[in-house]
């Protein structure tokens, strides 16, 4: 058993959920990293290997600006403790395939550090670009080749143009939307759908521009995201093809544990054609609450490893009778303090007595009390 934030869990049917793109930020990881060496230690270890290829692609390594001296009281090092703090907006305005490489490493490190802290996956969930993390996590290719996967990504894409709109409706009424805003909005598609009340829409911004208008003056909310491309788009074929050769010059082995693929809508087998599937990300929309279903079937607990939490927002309304945990973006790292076996436990017996997690060390500390 484990304790999370709402109580003791079961360490069995654990699922890892690998993000996209649309929800990359690297505050929540700066506010979290000091409380958890663990990640400290991950986040060190993952980017020095992916960092040995970044100036293939005219990317500036990652880890040396993450790195810096242990923090007083926190037992680890300090993610931006010296120096200016990185963030995702000043890395977009660096080499494309930048931003790209931080996600793919923090998205391995934080899946890393989980498994190091007792939450090994039994299952990995890979949405969109968070197959590459997934897959590099489910040992299909080396840190090196995964980072070398999401640079030439991040470059293909740069150079499409477009952009991805957040609409706060169901995908019945964002289709509407789209039928009512005209032929100005004819490279409109829904990209993705991640609950009941959420839409994605991808597009080229004159496009996205009129369904954004159209929205304001039906009262429904709507938000461009942060990202200089669109996606799951079939306008991007040509990027998709690009892709999938390039992915092609790349070892990428079975994966050696089951990884389901939301875009493709089924876990992969020992003869998917992976660089294939890689590319269909770009073309190909998906829905989140049609696959969760059968992609979450016996799980107990879903963690996201990224920084966000769209996916976990998705999960708890689709499926609320799993455990659902977003521990970056939350701020709660769900683990157990170490504490010291019994000398008399034999080998192999597995402890299932209930443990303390780092907030509730903190709130016995401080006196804190949940609402």
Do not use: K
Not at 91 to 113: D, K
Not at 152 to 162: D, N, S, W, Y
Not at 221 to 229: D, M, N, S, T
Not at 331 to 356: K, N, S, Y
Request: aromatic share 4%.
């Amino acid at each position: 058993m484990i304790t999370g934030p709402n109580g003791p869990t079961s360490t069995r049917g654990v699922v890892h959920m690998f993000p996209g793109q649309g929800d990359f930020s690297l505050t929540p990881l700066l506010r979290v990293l000091p409380r958890v060496p663990s990640l400290a230690r991950a986040l060190a270890e993952v980017f020095g290997e992916a960092d040995t290829v970044a100036a293939e692609f005219g990317v500036a390594p990652i880890g040396p600006r993450l790195a810096a001296p242990p923090a007083l009281g926190t037992g680890g090092s300090a993610l931006g403790a010296v120096g200016p703090v990185l963030s995702t907006s000043g890395l977009a305005g660096e080499s494309p395939g930048t931003v790209q490489l931080a996600l793919f490493g923090v998205s391995v490190a934080v899946h890393r550090a989980l498994e190091a802290d007792g939450l090994r996956a039994d299952r990995i969930l890979a949405v969109s670009f968070g197959e590459i993390p997934a897959l590099t996590a489910a040992g299909c290719c080396p840190i090196a080749d995964g980072a070398r996967l999401a640079c030439r990504l991040g470059q293909l894409l740069t150079g499409a143009g477009g952009g991805m709109t957040l609409v706060g409706a169901a995908e019945r009424r964002a289709r509407r939307l789209l039928a009512e805003a005209g032929p100005g909005a004819g490279s409109v598609v829904v990209a993705c759908v991640n609950h009941g009340a959420e839409t994605v829409l991808s597009g080229s911004l004159a496009g996205l521009a009129e369904v954004e208008s159209l929205a304001g003056r039906q009262g429904v909310a709507v938000q461009r995201l942060r990202l200089p491309f669109m996606s799951h788009h079939p306008a991007l074929a040509r990027e998709a093809g690009a892709f999938a050769h390039y992915a092609r010059r790349l070892r990428l082995e079975p994966p050696r544990r089951p990884v389901y693929s939301v875009v493709a809508g089924r876990s992969y087998q020992r003869d998917t054609d992976l660089p294939r599937a890689l590319s269909a990300c770009l073309v190909r929309a998906f829905s989140l609450p049609a696959v969760l279903g059968p992609a979450l079937a016996g799980a107990s607990l879903v963690v996201e490893a990224g920084t966000g939490r769209t996916l976990t927002t998705s999960v708890r309304l689709a499926t609320p009778h799993i455990g659902a945990l977003a521990p970056v973006f939350d701020g709660e790292w769900p683990v157990p303090l170490p504490r010291p076996r019994p000398p008399c436990d034999p080998p192999g017996r597995e402890d299932t007595r209930p443990r303390r997690t780092v907030t509730d060390a903190r709130r016995s500390t401080t006196g804190e009390r949940d609402s």
